[in-house]
């Protein structure tokens, strides 16, 4: 019987597994290996990692974690979580099985982006989601945004108040966007629809009329998806963020199912880096907390309400 089974071993599950290896816990990591920002050469707005590509700061999360004789990183796939407080049951993908007290999520959430030829091969290099992340490199140039929903309009009000004054919405037949607002606050329109994207020196919009313009960087907000996850059959409470569903956390990062703790992209709307170190430290400490004192996290979640 492990103390804690963490499934992700990213930038949440990482940090949640070394509070408790210094409580000299036994913890287990189950990671399949593909961090959510592994498609960008460099992490920006981390402190101490300004610029430093995701799989090196990942690397060494990873090295430190490897001083401490309890924590073992499994690189494989859970598949299933079966069980209750104290008696987790864990299934990989190849077959194993783990029984654990505790559980962490951490597996993050699935990009859906949008169905455009070229796109996805530019994910993350050309193609954007977050001015704070990828913004500063490409300030002053022409941008453009394209739409998925209404969460168009707030990235282009971004862009255009601090980022660019040559910002282009790509409707894309997208509904909901106050256009009026948007051509008010100095952004350009753009109602063809675009065919396809290409990757050079920035990224080239084709449209159905066969024209081309060029931009440093395309914006858009994907869909997130947690469909498959492993916790699938627990049940848990889920909120709805504007771009999917995200598992609802207390104030320590337990879930309302007692002894399953969730921390990163998968229970936030708010997507960064730090956000996912910070409430993977919160639901390790958290997930040792109610090792110790079964009763101590339900008192904080009656006080948070
Ligand atoms: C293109 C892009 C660029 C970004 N750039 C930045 C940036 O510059 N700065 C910044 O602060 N934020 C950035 N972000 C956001 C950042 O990547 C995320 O906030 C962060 O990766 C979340 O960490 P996480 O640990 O929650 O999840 P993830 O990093 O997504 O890690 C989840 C881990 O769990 C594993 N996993 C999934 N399912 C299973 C399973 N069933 N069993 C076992 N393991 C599983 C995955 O393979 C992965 O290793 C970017 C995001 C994207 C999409």
Redesign the pocket.
């Known amino acids: 019987m492990l103390d804690v089974v963490v499934?992700?071993?990213?930038?949440?599950?990482?940090?949640a597994a070394l509070q408790l290896a210094r409580a000299s816990r036994s913890v287990l990591v189950?990671?399949?290996?593909?961090?959510?920002?592994?498609?960008?050469a460099?992490?920006?707005?981390?402190p101490g990692w300004d610029g430093v590509p995701?799989a090196d700061i990942?690397a060494r999360f990873r090295a430190d974690l490897a001083g401490y004789p309890t924590v073992r990183v499994l690189e494989?796939?859970?598949?299933h979580i079966t069980g209750e407080i104290d008696a987790y049951h864990v299934i990989?993908?190849s077959g194993q099985s783990f029984d654990a007290r505790r559980i962490i999520l951490?597996?993050?959430?699935?990009?859906i982006l949008p169905d455009l030829p070229g796109l996805s091969g530019a994910?993350?290099?050309t193609?954007?989601?977050?001015p704070?992340?990828?913004g500063y490199e490409v300030k002053g140039q022409p941008l453009a945004v394209l739409a998925t929903g209404p969460m168009a309009a707030h990235q282009a009000h971004m862009l255009r108040a601090d980022w660019s004054d040559d910002v282009t919405v790509l409707v894309n037949g997208a509904e909901g966007l106050d256009e009026s607002g948007l051509i008010a606050a100095g952004l350009k329109i753009e109602h063809r629809a675009p065919v396809r994207v290409a990757r050079a020196e920035g990224i080239g919009v084709w449209f159905h009329d066969g024209t081309e313009t060029q931009f440093a960087a395309v914006f858009t907000a994907?869909k997130v998806s947690l469909a498959?996850?492993?916790a699938d059959g627990l049940g848990l409470g889920m909120s709805d963020g504007p771009m999917g569903p995200y598992v609802r956390t207390g104030p320590m990062q337990q879930t309302d199912m007692p002894g399953v703790f969730a921390?990163?992209?998968?229970?936030t709307p708010m997507?960064?880096?730090?956000?996912?170190?910070g409430?993977?430290a919160r639901a390790g400490t958290g997930c040792h907390q109610s090792l110790l004192f079964p009763d101590f996290i339900p008192a904080l979640e009656k006080d948070a309400t």
């Open positions: 499934i992700g071993g990213s930038f949440a599950g990482l940090s189950i990671d399949a290996g593909e961090p959510r920002n592994r498609a960008s460099a992490a920006h707005g981390v995701p990942l494989n796939r859970a598949e990989t993908a951490a597996h993050g959430v699935r990009d994910w993350g290099r193609v954007l989601h977050c704070y992340c990828h994907p498959q996850s492993p921390a990163g992209d998968l229970a997507w960064n880096v730090n956000f996912a170190v409430d993977g």
